[in-house]
């Protein structure tokens, strides 16, 4: 199957610095691609949509201005948690959707990243 | 808005037993249902989706409209099937627009 690949796999930052997440899409053209969070008891929460060369499309709650989402490419999509607080310590997991429109594409996640805010 | 269900948190069977994990949607639409499944130090993959109808790894699910219902079912459990399991629900909202909301997981330990 097709390769999502996220980077870095564990990250520490110190409160007020700012982190970035990549997630490549290694050997498909990923149109769209989602980032969700996993919280301690394995529920998977989604963050926000990305469309290539698009905005990314925020749920209810997460807040834009924190968690900065760029889809340049049809094969990368990043994450930029901007002035780290722990509790925004958790595990960011990707994924990318491979095919257009309404052709249902199998979704492939990524390793996930583990972000710890001293 | 849609909504995923999974009523379970914790699930345990004994090796050979039946095992059953329960999803639930709320989806005014026609629902794609995906079950997604984590092994323990592994990243997420699919495990199967509605309109395949398929059987992985013993694994079957069947939409039931009426109950708005997609439980996972297999008649045998063995112990490498445990691992966290997603019931999912994917959305086309609009051109290109998809999206797929999970329920919150439950965990299936299949004891020897």
């Known amino acids: 199957g097709a390769v999502v690949s996220q980077h870095p796999s564990r990250v520490i930052c110190k409160s007020g610095t700012s982190v970035k997440i990549e997630c490549r899409s290694l050997?498909?053209?990923?149109?769209?691609m989602f980032w969700y969070r996993q919280f301690p008891k394995k529920s998977l929460m989604l963050m926000a949509t990305?469309?290539?060369?698009?905005?990314?499309?925020?749920e209810q709650g997460v807040e834009k201005d924190k968690f900065l989402i760029n889809h340049a490419s049809l094969t990368l999509s990043t994450l930029t948690v901007t002035s780290a607080h722990p509790e925004d310590s958790s595990f960011y997991i990707c994924?990318?959707?491979?095919?257009?429109?309404?052709?249902?594409?199998?979704?492939?996640f990524g390793e996930g990243s583990r972000l710890t805010v001293l | 808005a849609q909504r995923v269900t999974q009523p379970e948190k914790l699930l345990s069977v004994f090796k050979g037993a039946p095992v059953e994990l329960k999803c639930n949607y709320s989806?005014?639409?026609?629902?794609?249902l995906f079950w997604y499944v984590q092994y323990s130090r592994q990243r997420l993959q699919l495990l199967l989706r509605?309109?395949s109808r398929e059987s992985i790894k013993g694994f079957t699910a069947d939409l039931n409209k009426g109950e708005t219902s997609f439980h996972l079912k297999k008649p045998f459990a063995q112990e490498e099937d445990s691992a966290m399991y997603y019931c999912?629900?994917?959305?086309?909202?609009?051109?290109?627009?998809?999206?797929?909301?999970f329920g919150k997981g439950t965990l299936l330990t299949v004891n020897p």
């Open positions: 994924s990318a959707r491979e095919g257009k429109g309404l052709v249902t594409g199998e979704l492939f």
């Open positions: 050997d498909f053209q990923a149109t769209t």
């Open positions: 990305s469309n290539e060369g698009s905005k990314a499309t925020y």
């Open positions: 989806y005014s639409g026609s629902p794609e």
């Open positions: 509605h309109i």
């Open positions: 999912a629900l994917g959305l086309h909202s609009g051109g290109s627009n998809y999206k797929l909301t």
